[in-house]
């Protein structure tokens, strides 16, 4: 007797066929391979929807306001890309970038030390910071959110104990660390010399993560570290190096805040930890690593900055502004965890 059933494995193949072929997955599939396609419509959608509901928001003078107002939430987020496309997360980028902010506005003020080395010196403490967290993930092999916690504390004291709490103000600080806060017009627009370095920091990182082999070494690390091992990778070297990176990145952030702010202060910046990852994952860098771009988190960043400008102009409580963030982030993480599913 002949058994006309189909078999199993061919229903299987059949209904993966079917799968491929419709259209939501080949969304999906697009989606999956260029992830700054979501973002890039979202904020599109926002900067519309809030021209119309106010005309003063694509005003020059309310954009130039955003612009300023993500240069250092921009920055800090390009650290933050690096180490969550390694399967990561970095607590203490505000804690990092308000130590580095306040040994180079501290020493320039009180010791006279040239304002040249007092940069260099901020950016010796963003790479020893950086390297503790990065030592501390690959010697004690701890989870990068228990260490970075961790260290927010410690860079958190640090700060207090070495700056006593106290604030210096601008004109205590020495005109090249307050360079940054520097406006000049294009287009009718008022930008900031610390909003041009962000841009240029996006360009080099975006070189640096598509177009070398250290970039395609932290994808891979992100993306599966057994396997990226077995590949010859050392897997320990390269989390350093972003580590590393990241606090360089950081303790450029503290240029551009002092810049920002006309002043350092170890109060300012607390809550730029959640900011930096809110632009990253609303970006479409994936938390579970090996899946992202910086131009993603560049957009996730300026959509923040929409948000919370366009509410405010809608007249708006400080309040719905956050609710509307997090609503952001649910939905971002759980399109997220949609596109991961497409099959490669």
């Not at 390009?78 to 130590?99: C, E, F, N, P, R």
């Not at 660390?177 to 920091?201: D, K, R, Y």
């Not at 002092?258 to 202060?265: E, K």
Request: glycine share 10%; net charge positive.
């Amino acid at each position: 007797m002949t058994d006309t059933a189909p078999k199993t494995g061919s229903l299987d193949l059949a209904e993966e066929f079917l799968d491929r072929t419709t259209p939501l997955t080949r969304i999906r599939g697009i989606l999956h391979r260029h992830p700054a396609i979501s973002p890039a419509l979202v904020l599109l959608v926002a900067v519309i929807v809030f021209g119309l509901l106010n005309d003063r928001f694509l005003r020059p003078e309310n954009l130039s306001l955003i612009s300023q107002q993500v240069a250092v939430v921009g920055t800090l987020a390009i650290a933050q890309t690096l180490v969550i496309l390694t399967a990561g997360i970095d607590l203490s980028v505000g804690a990092i970038m308000i130590l580095s902010a306040m040994v180079m506005a501290q020493t320039a003020a009180s010791t006279g030390v040239p304002p040249v080395l007092c940069l260099l010196l901020g950016l010796v403490v963003g790479l020893a910071a950086g390297g503790l967290n990065g030592l501390l993930v690959t010697r004690l092999k701890l989870p990068p959110f228990i260490v970075t916690l961790g260290t927010l504390s410690i860079f958190t004291a640090v700060t207090l104990l070495y700056t006593g709490g106290t604030t210096v103000r601008g004109s205590e600080i020495p005109p090249l660390l307050t360079f940054t806060g520097v406006t000049f017009s294009i287009g009718g627009i008022s930008l900031t010399a610390g909003v041009l370095i962000m841009v240029l920091l996006y360009l080099i990182m975006a070189y640096a993560l598509n177009r070398t082999a250290w970039g395609r070494h932290v994808y891979a690390v992100g993306d599966d570290k057994e396997a990226a091992r077995l590949a010859g990778i050392s897997v320990n070297r390269v989390l350093v190096s972003v580590y590393l990176a990241a606090g360089a990145i950081i303790a450029v952030a503290a240029w551009i805040q002092i810049g920002r702010t006309n002043a350092a202060s170890p109060n300012s910046g607390v809550d730029l930890n959640l900011d930096s990852i809110t632009a990253v994952v609303i970006g479409g860098t994936s938390l579970f690593g090996g899946r992202g771009a910086v131009w993603g988190t560049l957009l996730g960043a300026l959509i923040v900055g929409v948000f919370r400008n366009g509410l405010a102009l809608a007249g708006l409580d400080v309040l719905y502004q956050t609710l509307a963030v997090g609503v952001l982030i649910i939905v971002a993480v759980a399109l997220d965890q949609w596109i991961r599913k497409a099959r490669s």
